[in-house]
């Protein structure tokens, strides 16, 4: 059955109680700097952030820049991370992007797509996470759980994650858009979970078009008259 999307009426609802929610989102991943944050995140693909918190937590103390982590050369830099899913061709990617970013960078990370994507193991959404969360551009990353999400609600629709993101920029509110990636992301990660999700504890379940939800427990549907933006 597929989900109709929903209005715009319910994408503010759906954003605003979120905002309630968690007025002050971030990452879960452990970060000081815009460097930290890429290796992080590029640490992070098919690995979930509390291992890579555990490898960082005793990575970064050592070497946080790309001239101290370059230093420790692939095999070195594997030590800090083999308890993480893939760190073998992580290590190698992460060595290479160090010695770009030294040589064609000034040891700063890029604050735009094309660049970013340019280095080793940075797809779309490792660039966008990093635009949005170092730099505040307000972009999209989608990951299996906001792509889930999309598609269940009615928020944003696709069959693919690019159609999803693209989606998602259009019809999120300019307002909510720096942080949207946040509030996704933690709301599929603890609420609108894969196989079971918490419908009955979901603050945005009357907003939401998944048929199934009552079945979970979801509040009955929202009826939004002319002008109004909350309950």
Not at 51 to 78: C, Q, R, W
Not at 184 to 212: Q, T
């Amino acid at each position: 059955m597929t989900v109709k999307n929903m209005t715009k009426k319910q994408i503010q609802i759906f954003f605003e109680r979120l905002r309630a929610q968690r007025p002050h989102p971030a990452t879960e991943l452990n970060y000081s700097n815009a460097f930290e944050l890429l290796i992080a995140v590029t640490l992070s693909a098919q690995a979930t952030d509390v291992s890579v918190n555990k490898a960082t937590d005793k990575l970064f103390p050592i070497a946080n820049t790309p001239e101290s982590i370059y230093a420790l050369g692939v095999d070195g830099l594997k030590q800090y991370i083999k308890t993480i899913g893939l760190y073998n061709s992580k290590a190698e990617n992460v060595i290479k992007t160090c010695k770009i970013l030294i040589e064609k960078h000034h040891s700063q990370v890029p604050d735009n797509r094309a660049e970013l994507e340019a280095l080793p193991g940075v797809g779309r959404k490792t660039a966008n996470v990093v635009l949005n969360t170092a730099f505040g551009q307000p972009v999209m990353a989608v990951d299996t759980h906001i792509f889930r999400l999309g598609n269940r609600t009615g928020l944003a629709v696709g069959k693919n994650v690019l159609e999803v993101e693209q989606r998602l920029v259009k019809v999120i509110p300019q307002e909510f858009m720096v942080d949207a990636h946040h509030w996704l992301i933690l709301h599929g990660r603890y609420c609108c979970i894969a196989r079971k999700p918490k419908c009955h504890e979901c603050v945005v379940s009357d907003v939401c078009n998944w048929p199934d939800r009552f079945e979970f427990g979801a509040a009955r549907p929202l009826k939004i008259s002319a002008g109004a933006t909350s309950s």
